[in-house]
């Protein structure tokens, strides 16, 4: 008894019109939870507008939670993407009723444009995610007491995208060349969706593939909404949601289980190497003598001085992006376009493993890669617990696009490791490349 607690086509569809006689998935919305994420502490940088890593304690904080049971969510430290942790969402068809539905699912705030990103790494594990002839749905965007407009579900192993500009019917786009679908592994979702009744644009890539072009309406028209409506922008919600499980109802299956990485939400200026969940190591390469050099963000990478730099790896923290600019004051910008940023304003730091104990010389690439003025990036960084740079503002060293280096000698290891920590004064520290040379 359950309990009530609250493929590229354009304007062409991959897929087939089909007509809904499902029911309706009804929710109920507090209206008071619309704040605007530009104005508030979620944004991480200048295009994402929400990040979450799981790295740290403070989980979805001042997003809406639907779980109505202790497994409903937890933190995974086995099954993870990028880091050392991963989000696990639970639902069983025994669960209670949560916002009039069989759900675990977190809601995000309401948005004040209709051009949004949308991003996160997913993993099924096949033992808990088995075939079923009934759909759940595993994201959706949420318009109003009704079905949403649009929304990612898996029916029968296979995947598809279902959109509609009207109540009454849904386009149903496969995800073509990703059925059946693959477990056990991770792999990387992003959504670039600007929302219209008539010309909405949905582009859809699965690890960096574009998968999904369509042209068309992707939303319900204000008019069609019910009176009172609040959500006249479809609100994003991730997790589990199967209505063929609400009241006493049951399926092929009894229970659901899948993992979410790296979730992000980008605002209309974001590009897909801002969105892409990027795979990275919490371990650091083996220690050697002589120098250490990490590509912070990237892959390995041999400079213009036939140096090899060791891909990113020994990080607590922080999140990895590349950006496509033009980088000055270097014979090497690729070195400079990948790097580490803090995750909402979070310290992170890299342990950089030595042979021996004695000095170091240790070297702080740096570039700005977004603003263009300065104070608007500030923080400290400290090298073995001790304070290097203070307040530092690479824009108003360096300007825009220039690449500088910081460097600092006689630094005393005698453990081993050396440790570097970030913290963010004024938006998010930065680091793009580290360099750690034995004096």
Request: aromatic share 10%; charged share 20%; hydrophobic share 35%.
């Amino acid at each position: 008894m359950k309990l009530k607690l609250s493929g590229i086509f354009a304007p062409i569809l991959i897929g087939a019109l089909a007509i809904s006689c499902e029911p309706k998935e009804l929710e109920e919305i507090a209206p008071a939870n619309t704040l605007s994420l530009e104005n508030t502490k979620f944004a991480t940088s200048a295009n994402l507008l929400i990040e979450e890593t799981f790295e740290t304690s403070s989980l979805f904080s001042g997003i809406r939670q639907q779980f109505g049971t202790s497994h409903a969510f937890s933190v995974s430290s086995t099954t993870v993407y990028n880091g050392s942790k991963a989000g696990r969402f639970e639902l069983r068809d025994s669960d209670p009723l949560v916002s009039n539905g069989t759900r675990s699912e977190v809601l995000f705030p309401a948005q004040n444009s209709m051009d949004r990103w949308y991003a996160f790494s997913l993993y099924l594990p096949s033992e808990h995610w088995q075939s079923d002839s009934k759909q759940e749905i595993i994201t959706q965007w949420h318009q109003g007491p009704t079905n949403p407009p649009m929304s990612l579900r898996i029916i029968n192993d296979r995947m598809f995208l279902d959109v509609r500009r009207f109540a009454g019917s849904s386009i149903k786009l496969p995800v073509e060349g990703w059925n059946p679908l693959p477990k056990d592994q991770w792999v990387s979702i992003v959504f670039h969706i600007v929302f219209d009744h008539h010309a909405g644009v949905t582009d859809m890539w699965v690890n960096g593939e574009k998968k999904l072009a369509y042209r068309g309406g992707n939303c319900f028209a204000e008019k069609d909404l019910a009176r009172g409506t609040t959500e006249i922008i479809p609100r994003w919600k991730l997790g589990i949601y199967k209505s063929d499980w609400n009241g006493t109802k049951t399926t092929d299956t009894k229970k659901r289980v899948l993992y979410f990485d790296e979730i992000r939400m980008g605002n209309e200026r974001a590009t897909l190497a801002d969105m892409t969940p990027r795979k990275g190591t919490t371990s650091p390469p083996p220690a050697v003598s002589g120098s250490m050099l990490t590509n912070v963000g990237g892959t390995q990478l041999i400079d213009s001085q036939s140096r090899t730099w060791s891909a990113d790896g020994g990080f607590t923290g922080g999140v990895v992006a590349e950006k496509s600019i033009s980088v000055s004051g270097t014979s090497d910008a690729n070195l400079y376009r990948s790097y580490r940023y803090a995750s909402s304003g979070r310290t992170f730091g890299y342990s950089v493993p030595v042979k021996s104990s004695g000095l170091y010389t240790v070297k702080l690439h740096f570039v700005e890669p977004y603003f263009k003025a300065s104070n608007a990036r500030v923080f400290d960084v400290s090298v073995q617990g001790k304070r290097v740079l203070s307040s530092y503002d690479i824009h108003r060293e360096a300007g825009f696009g220039r690449a500088v280096v910081k460097t600092f000698t006689g630094v005393s290891v005698t453990n081993g490791t050396l440790n570097i920590d970030f913290a963010s004064l004024k938006n998010n520290a930065i680091v793009s490349a580290i360099e750690v040379v034995e004096q």
